[in-house]
């Protein structure tokens, strides 16, 4: 069910088994697991079903590293979270991105992927992928079209990958209807974590507090916290929950908002396909995007290139991805922006600040880039191409010094001090984009496919101000089994605290070169089964599903409690539409 935290009465005091901070994919598959499992639990999300500008503002901070956004567009403070602007890829990390590599400071994980590989399984479902195949033969057998065929590879050191496409499942939406129904689940909007309340040796959470926007507050009781707010909110949580432990929770060793990363994307060169050589679908991201020509079964797919594990080793370079990269007539003008809006307007995605009337007023004002570029996204005619360039994304490093800090003067309505991001590259993601460029150059001139004039290489050199981030916030509470080196442990247990756990992309010891939301949902599908096991609850079987026959038979474990006395959760005001 879903209640309007600013009905609730002033001072209240919730009870429950599993506390879980934060409504985006981590949370909400975490909810729906515990709800499947029969496990009483409350979820506590910031802001309402759809964005406002009040609960944007508490995102806002500073910049204080490499040019960089992570507010505004990039995050989504409301019911779904991220994937409310998720562009919906979805591929595995590879199985050398969760080992350690001598060449690459503070990587690996502490399991491989044959650990995680049941629950990117279990993904396919909730992401609303097709097939769990990710092998470029199949899919291009499965496509059949003559103009979505793979390249020949001739140097050996480049292979290509497929990623599929969730359509995107925006989780505030597609899920909303099962837990508004569920019995266990009771998810409190306009709901914000103020402190996380811990005992006075630091070691156990009480409670934490919670505050809305119009002036209450109440707090929650849960034998079991899970923090799910994000790569850049997680780490702020910690640190400003610092009046039993004056450098915040689970910061013994100053590793909390240490080691963020994102993945840097960057162009390079010209791209002139030979005379005769048709464009190929599968490796254009403007026409492999979401596009059902690049199809089968139902399923979306793209496919990228990149390095193999042979010629990293042999390189001493991080992971990567690079595919080719059209430019439409009238792109990057405030027209076709504008028609790219109403587009993502029509897809649900989270657009801050943008007016559907501005828009169209935008587009009537400039007819002919409009036009025309719209007419090149739907026909896709080649002859409005203006140029080709080569686009890459590249694993970050995990630098300590690259961090999520708190402000010492500036902050949010709450009196909560507001975030500073400093994003840091170094030399070794330079020279991998240079090195992956050159790799695939080579292998189009090789294939006969197209010359490629790349621009100068980046090594060396201050970053352009063409880098861009992916808006892939990781690493701010990294996963390591010693308290010295990850802030929290293999199960996402914060070191030190008995009953509070992380979830989401934070907890990344590295990043590989692939998107992080399926790696997200298999995450909190496994802390979801460890959870359940922690809790011992005995009509749940394996995989936290609870059987037929046992649902029909569940024990109801009585009335949420609420203020000093038990009282019916129905006498909470629950709602399905915006007050």
């Known amino acids: ?24 994919v981590a949370g909400i598959t975490l909810a729906l697991e515990m709800s499947r499992a029969g496990v009483e639990t409350c979820v506590l999300e910031s802001g309402g079903f759809g964005p406002d500008d009040q609960t944007r503002d508490l ?3 500073e910049n204080i590293g490499l040019p960089y956004t992570f507010a505004d567009g990039s995050r989504s403070r409301y019911f779904g979270g991220s994937s409310n602007c998720w562009g919906g890829w979805c591929r595995p990390l590879d199985p050398w991105d969760f080992e350690k590599r001598d060449w690459i400071a503070h990587s690996g994980w502490p399991f491989g992927l044959d650990e995680l590989a049941p629950y990117y399984a279990r993904t396919h479902e909730l992401l609303k992928l097709g097939p769990q195949n990710f092998d470029p033969a199949y899919w291009e057998r499965e496509i059949g079209r003559h103009d979505v065929r793979r390249l020949p590879l001739a140097t050996g050191d480049l292979r290509d990958t497929v990623a599929q496409f969730s359509p995107p499942v925006r989780f505030g939406k597609v899920y909303r209807e099962e837990l508004s129904r569920s019995t266990r689940v009771r998810v409190f909007l306009h709901a914000n974590v103020l402190n996380i309340d811990a005992d006075a040796q630091g070691t156990t959470i009480s409670r934490v507090r919670v505050g809305t926007i119009s002036g209450r507050r109440l707090s929650v009781n849960a034998r079991i916290f899970v923090l799910a707010t ?25 590793l909390v908002g240490r080691y963020f990363m994102d993945h840097p994307r960057m162009m390079s060169g010209r791209v002139r396909f030979r005379p005769g050589v048709a464009r190929n679908k599968l490796y254009d991201i403007k026409y492999h995007y979401q596009n059902a020509a690049v199809s089968a079964h139902g399923t979306k797919i793209s496919s990228q290139f990149a390095p193999t594990q042979a010629w990293m080793e042999r390189e001493q370079l991080l992971n990567s991805r690079v595919w080719i990269y059209s430019k439409w007539y009238g792109e990057g003008s405030a027209g076709s922006e504008a028609l790219i809006h109403c587009k993502e307007a029509l897809m649900g995605k ?10 169209i007023g935008t587009m009537v004002a400039h007819p002919l880039h409009t036009v025309g570029y719209g007419l090149a996204r739907l026909l896709q005619l080649p002859a409005l191409i203006t140029d080709v360039t080569l686009q890459a994304i590249v694993e970050a490093v995990p630098n300590p010094d690259s961090r999520v800090t708190l402000s010492a003067d500036k902050r949010d309505r709450f009196g909560m001090p507001r975030v500073r991001v400093e994003w840091r590259l170094g030399e070794q993601v330079q020279r991998t984009f240079d090195r992956t460029f050159q ?10 496919v197209a010359d490629v004039q790349l621009d100068a290489p980046l090594e060396g050199r201050a970053w352009p101000a063409k880098l861009e981030g992916t808006w892939h916030h990781m690493g701010t509470t990294r996963m390591h089994d010693s308290p010295r080196e990850g802030v929290v442990d293999r199960d996402c247990k914060v070191h030190g605290i008995s009953n509070l756990y992380v979830g989401g992309s934070s907890v990344f010891p590295t990043v590989g070169a692939n998107f992080p939301t399926i790696t997200i949902a298999a995450l909190s599908l496994r802390l979801a089964g460890h959870l359940v096991r922690q809790l011992d609850l005995p009509s749940v079987v394996g995989d936290t599903r609870v059987e037929a026959a046992n649902s029909a038979t569940m024990p109801n474990q009585g009335p949420s409690q609420v203020g000093t006395l038990p009282i019916a959760a129905s006498t909470l005001t629950p709602f399905m539409k915006e007050p």
């Open 439 to 448: 790799l695939f150059a080579q292998e189009l001139q090789t294939a006969q």
């Open 1 to 24: 069910m879903f209640i309007d935290t600013r009905t609730v009465e002033q001072n209240t005091v919730i009870e429950t088994t599993v506390c879980i901070i934060g409504a985006g």
């Open 59 to 61: 995102y806002r901070g």
């Open 350 to 359: 989270d657009q801050p600040g943008r007016s559907l009337k501005r828009d």
């Open 230 to 254: 994000g790569g850049i909110e997680n780490a702020r949580l910690l640190l400003a929950s610092n009046d039993v432990q004056a450098h915040g929770l689970g910061n013994a060793n100053d």
